[in-house]
């Protein structure tokens, strides 16, 4: 397996923009997540899916984020609008276990807002 | 909510010498511990895990020691190498079953 899947690698944008960052989890895995990572917070789990299903939003920060999980195999994470302070790493990781354990983390997409 | 720490942001040790990064946890209710390490671009990477009903676990060069009575837990790293300079994170499961990491902490090996 190829593990965990993010794209873009890099993206850099201007502020005001719709910005959409993907993942591809393990195949298998029941339990897809979206952390955030920057200096100051470290890492931050924003929401996570079992089965397709959202079961905790309470991370995501603002109604300017949004994610969706259409199938086993996807899922997106949207800002917008984004703002220079959304700037960061967002990794996605999923997992195979039935609580949040073992993650694996994909190579995380490094957003830039200008 | 849970709180997660590590005692040192750097630590440097010798290429061969034996590495120890320490984390604290707040929830005495937290059951299960992690400890990833991330390199340089890249994302966490699974290192070990340990359950609250034992107290060490051993890996390939690695061992996870938890003590639930001070709510610690540590990572020993036997006979380091340059490839092991990585940012180390615990994390922690607790009562809600969200992990929680730690801030981190950077080894750096020096030859």
């Known amino acids: 397996d190829a593990g965990v899947i993010q794209s873009p690698r890099h993206e850099v944008t201007e502020m005001g923009q719709e910005v959409t960052l993907r993942c591809k989890p393990i195949?298998?895995?029941?339990?897809l997540f979206w952390y955030r990572q920057t200096m100051m917070r470290g890492l931050e789990l924003l929401i996570y899916?079992?089965?397709?299903?959202?079961?905790?939003d309470s991370g995501m920060p603002e109604d300017r984020f949004s994610a969706k999980m259409p199938n086993a195999s996807f899922s997106t994470l949207k800002i917008q609008p984004s703002e220079p302070r959304d700037s960061a790493v967002y990794f996605c990781?999923?997992?195979?276990?039935?609580?949040?354990?073992?993650?694996?983390f994909g190579s995380g997409t490094q957003l830039s807002v200008l | 909510g849970e709180s997660v720490g590590l005692h040192l942001p750097t630590l440097s040790v010798q290429e061969g010498d034996n590495s120890i990064i320490n984390c604290a946890y707040s929830?005495?209710?937290?059951?299960?511990f992690i400890w990833y390490k991330q390199e340089s671009g890249k994302g966490p990477q699974f290192i070990i895990d340990?359950?609250?009903?034992?107290d060490k676990r051993q890996g390939q060069r690695v061992t996870v020691l938890l003590n639930k009575t001070v709510k610690h837990l540590s990572l020993q790293i036997a006979a380091t190498q340059p490839g092991d300079s990585a940012v180390y994170f615990c994390?922690?499961?607790?009562?809600?079953?969200?992990?929680?990491f730690g801030t981190g902490t950077q080894l750096k090996v020096e030859l």
């Open positions: 990781a999923s997992s195979l276990a039935r609580r949040n354990e073992k993650l694996f």
């Open positions: 195949s298998g895995h029941d339990y």
């Open positions: 899916f079992n089965n397709n299903v959202p079961i905790d």
């Open positions: 929830n005495s209710a937290s059951d299960y």
């Open positions: 340990i359950r609250s009903n034992m």
């Open positions: 994390a922690v499961t607790g009562g809600g079953n969200k992990l929680t």
